[in-house]
Every structure is written in C-alpha cells, then in structure tokens.
C-alpha cells in the first residue's frame, strides 16, 4: 500500500524517541515516548512559550493551558519551576506552580516540599494542588512515602490554610493512618 507524503516523518520521529530497534523494527514507546513525540513535534521553545502565555493570562491563555495539561511536558513542568526559582514572590512565580497543578508528575515530587514551605500563602495552596494532581497518577512506593510526608509538612502550616484548602478541594485528601485518600480512593502507604 502506498501512503501519502507526510509532514511529519515519523520513522525519524521513532528514531529520535528511541522507538526503533537496530534492525530497524519498531519497539513500542508507551506513554512515555508518545509524550516525547509530542514535546518534539511542538518544540521546546513553543513549550517554554505556552507557559509564559498562560502566566500573561491574555486571550488564548486557558488554551495553552490544557495543551500543556495534554501533553504532560517535562520541559513546561521545568519552565514553571524555573519561573519560581526564578522570580519569587511574584505573581508569575505563584501562577507557575499554579499552572504545573494542571500537569505535574512524580517526577515534580520533589519540587513540592519547596512550594508547601513557601513565605507566600498563595504558593503554599497552589503547592498543594500540584500534589493533588501527582497524587491522582500512578505513584511507586517511595513516591507515595515522598508525597504522605509532604501531606505532614502542609498539616503543620501555621496559617492552616493548607488544611482548609484541602477540604475545599473536590476530591479531598486526607492522610489517615498510613493511608492517603484522594476522594473515594484509598492508597496505601
């Protein structure tokens, strides 16, 4: 069967992903390779760029908004950490964390004790959705044991603004005896 020509290559797209073997015959990526085939395809600077559209909260913004949630890209979750390191105590580094609350991963684990010890309240409960988000995803044992001491850490904020935003959330969560629940869902710990 012939096919048409295509814009997009897709055999080199599977080379640069990995998706190949040396014989020539494809492997499967997963998840995980489809994302970087989409981060590849849209281009980092593009990626970069969506974010700081949806921090500049112009016409467009909420739309880059769940491309970004789509895709799920390392290199968007980097730029809204960058942004936050970057530039605290502004609203750009508070709508950053916000953003990563639409796409983080267990990968931004480690990220969120910074955001849930923040000066700023706001970054604090904006922390908080972020690991709500990581806590709704596939977690291993050690990322589990990460987020049950994050959970602590936002307990003991002294503002207890963390707690209420907690419950004010939908899907609560809730850390109960070695147990976290988000919603109706128990995980153990």
Not at 22 to 39: I, L, N, Y
Not at 72 to 98: H, L, N, W
Not at 127 to 143: M, S
């Amino acid at each position: 069967m012939r096919h048409k020509t295509m814009t997009i290559d897709w055999e080199a797209l599977a080379k640069q992903i990995g998706g190949l073997q040396p014989d020539g015959s494809e492997r499967t990526v997963g998840t995980q390779g489809g994302k970087r085939a989409m981060e590849i395809l849209l281009g980092e600077e593009n990626l970069r760029d969506a974010v700081d559209y949806f921090i500049s909260l112009c016409p467009g913004a909420f739309t880059a908004e769940m491309v970004l949630k789509i895709v799920q890209s390392e290199i968007a979750m980097k730029r809204c950490f960058e942004i936050y390191k970057t530039e605290p105590g502004t609203d750009r580094a508070c709508s950053a964390v916000f953003l990563l609350g639409s796409m983080a991963d267990e990968k931004t684990l480690p990220w969120v004790r910074e955001f849930v010890r923040d000066a700023d309240r706001a970054v604090r409960l904006n922390g908080l959705r972020v690991l709500q988000y990581i806590l709704c995803g596939p977690l291993n044992d050690e990322e589990m044991e990460a987020a049950k001491n994050l959970l602590e850490i936002a307990e003991m904020d002294p503002t207890r603004s963390c707690e209420n935003v907690l419950r004010a959330f939908g899907s609560t969560i809730y850390l109960v005896e070695g147990f976290v629940l988000v919603g109706n869902q128990q995980r153990s710990l």
